[in-house]
């Protein structure tokens, strides 16, 4: 069982940034591929931005790109999944989550993730 913890949410002020951070406990991460996902309130689950296991292949949601990026750290022994948020609206307040799965295809879609973690709150304030 892969247990993916997230870090790296809080409140910060519309414009600003955060980085999240994923690793899976216990074990490296450098063969699963990841997505970002963010749920707000009443919303549906989406898809922020993906990344092979590789790490040569990102994808992103429309609304996010140029502003989000998602990257891995191979240099790092748990190969740690970061998304770097910057510009940051109000609109932008979630859950945000991620989901990993082994050997899989990246993709913005929920059932191709195995795991998920715990999810951390990101809230942007006007």
């Known amino acids: 069982q892969v247990q993916l913890v997230e870090s790296g949410g809080g409140l910060v002020q519309a414009g600003g940034s955060l980085r999240l951070s994923c690793a899976a406990s216990?074990?490296?991460?450098?063969?699963?591929?990841v997505g970002w996902f963010r749920q707000a309130p009443g919303k549906e689950r989406e898809c922020v931005a993906a990344?092979?296991?590789?790490?040569?292949?990102?994808?992103?949601a429309d609304s996010m790109k140029g502003r989000f990026t998602i990257s891995r750290d191979s240099a790092d022994a748990k190969n740690t999944v970061y998304l770097q948020m910057t510009g940051l609206k109000p609109e932008d307040t979630a859950v945000y989550y991620c989901?990993?799965?082994?050997?899989?295809?990246?993709?913005?879609?929920?059932?191709?993730?195995?795991?998920w973690g715990q999810g951390t709150q990101v809230t942007v304030s006007s």
């Open positions: 989901a990993a799965t082994q050997y899989g295809a990246m993709s913005t879609s929920s059932r191709a993730y195995r795991y």
């Open positions: 216990g074990r490296t991460f450098s063969n699963y591929a």
């Open positions: 990344i092979s296991w590789t790490g040569v292949s990102t994808t992103y």
